[in-house]
């Protein structure tokens, strides 16, 4: 895995930072003069952590770039929160043009540096689950089977949430939304639905592919920063549990993400060219309902009648555990 | 230099000398010579410090000419009918950020019934996307009025099409005198984008704009594409300065006598019928009405060459009183007429003219001559109604084979 | 305007960072507040010990040990000396234990001890003389502390001791093996060093005669007198007082007790006890004890030490008569309240030597001419908050004053009375200890806790530590010492981790700088709470807004 290892020091490297680390080894979002590319202001709802987690990728991406950042933003609740006209939460050079686009925008934006001569400046994309599992999947897919020099992650709250919370490809087993109510014999999304953009991209043979949530910032800024070392097609897709949309508590939204990983529900993997390259371990595993009790959506999974349920979504994570080996061999 | 080319590959070479810094090509016939050409000279390096990019879908297509634009390159790209509405939702979202992108649209009939021969419908869908729509009547007009767009949608910060009739004008081999790369380069400013991404000085394009302030937004847009009517008249008048030749303009006046393109044609009188009609139907048009001048039938050609900003004043002075206006065309809006009869119909409000909609050649008809002839004669003589459809036949479209209507409802 | 000098896409573009002008601190219906709460280790530290703070200072490494050594000895001016003998009741309540083994406080503050020895760290100058003088009685822990306190404030103290050397209980109850004692020595010294004066041989008999000659009189005299039962015992056999034994065995005149000793008790200085017996030669040492385990006062790893070197344990009996090498033992049995009842059951067990460990009193001879001096349950009554007893002027702190009967204690109570003796001469009204908000376990989000056990401190071997009278326990290397200080949590303060200031969604915390921690925004602050979620050590609360 890519994540770096710090000496032990009183919290290891599972923290932020620490008054202990080095200059060398302090996370990006640890230092007082971060960028804070999605800064204040913005209007997310409490607890977002698609907020969070764009702050995170973004400020390790423009100084891995020397602030030579350019980003192109799908339409989704990122975009609306952050740019209600005439305030801007942003400070790189940030476009938003569609919701199906931002592949195809940010393609567009490398084209014209490359052809400026301009290959100094790096192109981030990005988008919901919506704006990338769904609608804009055709952009996606065309910018990565291109190998277009563009970044793209994926903040996936596993659904609709800006119109109101529906349904997407990437919500969940069970999970109840607005257009697939908890009512009727299988309440919820179907199971047998959805699709794994992260194997997706996989299969697009891109140079890199990874996965991370906000439970593991090291992680996640190690990915982002492998990720703005290449050139070519690179998708990250971040697990970004939205409060709103999940019913949580809004101070859940990190421990929810914890959850998810070391459940074996959420596998935080990176791929090179296809292959499986990295797994992160699962380092204190907690059963599926640690992460599904306190969402609001899977409510009706601790009613009478959920046990089955339950149990093929303890199903789903022992096959992520074994596919991905999230034990590492010491089960 | 004069040359035969085919109409496709004039386009190509034209906009190959205005140096886009990203061409983007999805493919779709009646366009698909135009995007061709330019891979090939992205190859050869004719088309030096370009990127030319083989997108997934006119959707992407747009979608990456927006990036392009966005960060500072001049960007292309050529579509036609199914290929424009797919891409539609982009179409205007550029216009709507103010990016001069140019686009050539290869004219065709939009289904279904699926048909890939020329009419207007595509562009006529996206009369109000915010879009400069130039038509060009021949081959000559539609290579010269790549550049034309170019300096326009680039002084305007809006972007532009350039609409020319599909198969009729884009495979279609004339003798063109094309502008070379040394001229263009005198001619056409280089690109300065009014808003460009650039990490030096960083800014936020496409927020989102509530109800407070979406009407203004729209009113400012409004206001500038007041403005592209004059833009477009002078740099088409640069050009005839430049290159000795008429291109683009509002309107085109043909000359009473010898039905030529004459800028200084004076205009029609109250006496006259005057049939207005864009692209290149205007050709058959010279044609057609050469005879009946010559019989001293009052009649005049008028030429619509800027459909999107819709030049109501050029379009009066050049009518002057005519007492009948005779707009032949190539799109319909179904349960009302013609699409340029409905603006041409604005524009003449509150005057006396009597204006006949000839719905001619959807879907790749031949409109002919003597139908046209026909048309003008029987508008003289008090016979034509309000709306007609040239060559219409009386027994409907052909019967299906037996069996198949079963599987109606 | 005309539209052709209209901005290009107004409503659409605007610059960076201009979010800044909508403050989104008006949603908020809880806000985050930095608190500081005591962490159970300090809570429990009868010395009162700043632990979480100087553990923090002491992970910062060599740049950090002297600062940690000083914040220690604020409290404690023995701390080579309690980082050995300390039963470390902060390492029971720490609450690493539940993520996975409590932090090795004790050891830590042992380096940080022999550390300043070596270097030859003095204690901190005392304030400017006050003028006063103030007499200590007694110079175990308590004493010791008391002066060292009262000389930290300015005052001339005086220390007298009946004993030929200082230390009390450390210096003749405690068994070399546990404490060395040039390690006692030398920090004695460097309380001296301060200028207080330490008179040995000196009996202080007359409290009328001590408070003529001092302003204040601080009681510290310990309880240094065995109990003792009675027991039916014949002419031959050997009875001796556990704690004379381990009193001349300090004293260098070890006493010969046969291969065979039983020790009578429970309690610390049974184990003490019984351990010098083994090094001392006994192959067998058997320590009787009427009750359980459960209830046995020797703190269990001085049980689990003695035990490792070979101490047998003879639970619920008692010695019901001693008759030359013949003990007779009688089997007692807990009744359903807990108290052990004899059964009738006799055995019998040899033993050369019976060691009476069974508790000790204080010497309260000096208290003859001071009747307001009230004594009960043989230790000297004190009011509660000021430790002062009947006497004005007269204080008394330690094992002859009610409460454990620690080393620990007796510096904490030590350094109370020299507090209070300080209000006193002054004169104020000495204010009761704060009652402190405590970091339990609950506020803690422990998955920030990398794994690490405790680093144990390499005991020698079992079968080498019976033989003499060596050092049982090794001390920490710096390495270790700052590894171990590194395992602390941080209970219920902020030691600047980064999470709230990283993990903050609306980018509303403030980083100040190395030390000066994070400053909320409420401009923009909307209250989600992950700061508080997140926050390793509990040291932010959300409390409810009122607008």
Redesign the interface.
């Known amino acids: 895995m890519t994540t770096v290892h710090i000496p032990f020091l009183q919290t290891g490297t599972l923290a932020v930072g620490g008054r202990l680390l080095t200059e060398e080894e302090r996370s990006v979002q640890s230092h007082a003069d971060r960028p804070s590319s999605l800064t204040k202001g913005h209007r997310a709802c409490q607890g977002c952590a698609e907020a969070l987690a764009a702050r995170w990728v973004m400020d390790t991406a423009v100084e891995a770039a020397g602030g030579k950042l350019v980003v192109a933003n799908a339409t989704g609740c990122l975009e609306v929160f952050s740019t209600l006209y005439p305030e801007s939460a942003w400070k790189p050079p940030w476009i938003h043009s569609l919701f199906a686009n931002a592949a195809a925008v940010a393609t567009g934006i490398a084209a014209s540096l490359h052809a400026q001569g301009r290959d100094d400046v790096r192109v981030l994309a990005q988008g919901g689950d919506g704006g990338t599992v769904d609608i804009g999947l055709a952009a996606v897919s065309g910018m990565f089977e291109r190998n277009d020099d563009v970044l793209y992650v994926c903040y996936d709250n596993q659904g609709y949430m800006n119109t109101g919370v529906q349904r997407s490809s990437a919500t969940p087993a069970t999970a109840r939304t607005a257009t697939t109510p908890a009512v009727g014999r299988h309440p919820g999304q179907a199971f047998g639905q959805g699709k794994s953009m992260v194997k997706i991209a996989m299969a697009h043979e891109i140079p890199y592919v990874a996965s991370a949530t906000p439970a593991d910032l090291r992680d996640l800024e190690a990915k982002v920063r492998i990720a703005m070392s290449i050139r070519g097609a690179r998708y990250l897709h971040v697990l970004v549990p939205c409060p709103l949309g999940w019913g949580s508590a809004s101070s859940a939204s990190i421990a929810l993400a914890r959850a998810a990983v070391q459940s074996g529900i959420f596998p935080v993997v990176e791929a090179r060219a296809g292959e499986l390259t990295g797994v992160e371990r699962i380092r204190e595993r907690v059963d599926v309902s640690e992460y599904l009790r306190p969402q609001a959506r899977f409510a009706h999974l601790f009613k009478p009648g959920g046990e089955d349920a339950l149990e093929r979504w303890r199903a789903l994570a022992e096959a992520n555990i074994r596919r991905y080996d999230l034990l590492g061999g010491a089960r | 230099m004069r040359e035969v080319l085919e109409g496709s590959q004039a386009v190509a070479r034209t906009v190959a000398r205005c140096r886009p ?2 061409v ?1 090509a999805y493919p779709i016939s009646p366009q698909t010579h135009i995007v061709e050409a330019l891979s090939v000279m992205a190859r050869t390096g004719e088309l030096a ?3 030319y ?5 006119e ?2 297509a747009m ?11 001049r ?1 292309y790209t050529a579509t036609a009918s199914q290929g424009l509405l797919y891409m539609a ?2 179409v205007y ?1 550029a216009a ?3 990016l001069p992108i140019v686009m050539t649209v290869a004219n065709r009939a939009v289904g279904a019934p699926i048909n890939i021969w020329n009419d207007h419908s595509d562009a006529m869908a996206m009369r109000d996307a915010g879009w400069l729509q130039l038509f060009a009547a021949d081959n000559q007009e539609a290579a010269d009025l790549h550049v034309i767009a170019f300096a326009a949608a680039e002084e ?2 809006i972007p532009a099409m350039v609409c020319m009739d599909g198969f009729v004008l884009t495979h279609a081999s004339d003798v063109v005198e094309l502008a070379t790369a040394d001229q263009i380069d005198a001619f056409l400013p280089p690109y300065r984008p ?2 460009v ?3 030096d ?10 109800p407070e ?2 009407t ?2 729209r009113y ?1 847009q ?6 592209a009517a004059d ?1 477009i008249a002078a740099w088409s008048d640069r050009f005839r300065a430049a290159f000795g030749r008429e291109a683009g303009g509002l309107i085109a006046r043909y000359s009473p006598d010898t039905l030529d393109r004459d800028a200084q044609a004076p205009p029609a009188s109250s006496t006259d019928l005057t049939v207005v009609a864009m692209g290149s139907v205007v050709g058959t048009l010279q044609a057609a009405l050469a005879p009946l001048r010559a019989e001293g039938v009052p009649v005049r050609l008028v030429g619509v060459s800027s459909f999107r900003p819709f030049p109501e004043a050029a379009l009066r002075d050049a009518l002057g009183g005519s007492r009948h206006v005779l707009v032949v065309d190539r799109a319909l809006e179904l349960g009302a007429g013609g699409v340029l009869t409905g603006s041409v119909g604005r524009a003449l409000a509150g005057t006396r003219s009597r204006i006949h909609s000839v719905v001619a050649g959807l879907g790749g008809r031949p409109i002919l001559e003597a139908s046209l002839q026909d048309a003008v004669r029987r508008a003289l003589a008090g016979d034509l109604g309000a709306l007609e459809f040239l060559d219409l036949k009386t027994g409907g479209v052909p019967v299906p084979a037996a069996g198949a209507s079963e599987v109606t409802r | 305007m005309s539209g052709h000098d209209s901005p290009p896409t107004v409503g659409v573009s605007t610059g960076p960072a201009t979010s800044l002008a909508y403050h989104t601190g008006t949603w908020r219906t809880e806000r985050p507040v930095y608190v500081d709460l005591a962490p159970p280790c300090s809570l429990a530290c009868p010395s009162g010990e700043d632990i979480r703070g100087w553990l923090g200072s002491t992970q910062e490494g060599e740049a950090g040990f002297e600062k940690a050594w000083r914040r220690l000895v604020a409290a404690n001016p023995l701390p080579a000396v309690m980082g050995r003998i300390c039963y470390h009741p902060c390492q029971t309540a720490c609450n690493r234990a539940s993520v996975d083994e409590e932090v090795g406080i004790n050891a830590v503050e042992r380096f940080l001890g022999d550390t300043a020895l070596e270097r030859g760290w003095a204690l901190p100058a005392p304030a400017a003389q006050s003028g006063r003088r103030v007499l200590v009685v007694g110079s175990g822990p308590a004493g010791l502390s008391a002066a060292y306190q009262l000389r930290q404030r300015g005052h001339a103290v005086t220390v007298r001791e009946a004993a030929a050397e200082p230390g009390g209980m450390m210096r003749y109850g405690i068994p070399a093996y546990r404490l060395p004692r040039d390690v006692l020595a030398a920090e004695i010294r460097r309380i001296e060093a301060t200028g207080v004066r330490v008179e040995c041989g000196r009996r202080v008999d007359s409290l009328d005669d001590a408070l003529a000659e001092y302003d204040a009189v601080v009681l510290t005299v310990g309880a240094g007198v065995a109990h003792h039962v009675d027991i039916p015992a014949g002419a031959a056999s050997k009875i001796v007082d556990a704690i004379d034994v381990l009193r001349d065995v300090a004293s260098g005149h070890p006493p010969l007790l046969g291969r065979r000793v039983a020790v009578y008790g429970g309690g610390n200085t049974a184990m003490d006890a019984a351990r010098t017996a083994r090094r001392l030669g006994a192959s067998d040492a058997v320590v009787v004890y009427r009750r359980t385990r459960e209830q046995m006062p020797a703190h269990p790893t001085e049980l689990a030490d003695a035990v490792g070197e070979g101490v047998r344990v003879q639970w619920l009996s008692t010695i019901s008569a001693v008759d030359g090498p013949r003990v007779t033992i009688e089997r007692m049995a807990l009744d359903t309240d807990g108290v052990p009842r004899g059964t009738g059951e006799f055995e019998e067990l040899d033993a050369d030597t019976v060691l009476l460990a069974v508790g000790q009193d204080a010497d309260l001879s000096l208290l003859t001419d001071a009747p307001d001096v009230v004594v009960a349950e043989g230790v000297v009554q004190v009011d509660p908050v000021t430790l002062m007893t009947g006497r004005q002027g007269v204080f008394a702190a330690g094992d002859v004053s009610p409460g454990s009967r620690t080393a620990t204690y007796a510096i904490g109570r030590g350094a109370r009375a020299a507090k209070a003796v300080d209000a006193w001469l002054a004169p104020r009204v000495l204010p009761a200890e704060p009652v402190a908000r405590e970091a339990g376990s609950d506020r803690l989000n422990p998955w920030y806790y990398s794994d690490a056990p405790k680093q144990h401190r390499s005991e020698l071997e079992a079968a080498r530590r019976v033989t003499g009278f060596e050092e049982v326990l090794a001390g920490l290397d710096a390495e270790h010492a700052v590894f171990e200080a590194r395992r602390c949590m941080s209970c219920g303060s902020c030691f600047e981790c980064d999470n709230c200031y990283g993990m903050c969604p609306d980018d509303a915390i403030r980083k100040l700088g190395p030390g000066m921690r994070y400053e909320i925004d409420y401009d923009y602050c909307k209250g989600c709470g992950i700061c508080a979620a997140e926050c390793p050590c509990g040291a932010i609360d959300m409390v409810p807004e009122v607008r």
């Open positions: 810094g990203v983007c410090d370009c990127e990019v083989n997108v997934e879908s959707f992407s979608s990456v000419a927006i990036g392009a634009s966005a960060a500072g390159s960007a939702e982009a979202n709507g950020m103010g305007l910060g009014q808003q991404l650039d990490v000085h960083p800014t936020t394009i496409g927020t989102m704009a509530g302030s979406f203004e937004t400012l409004h206001l500038r594409f007041l403005d833009v």
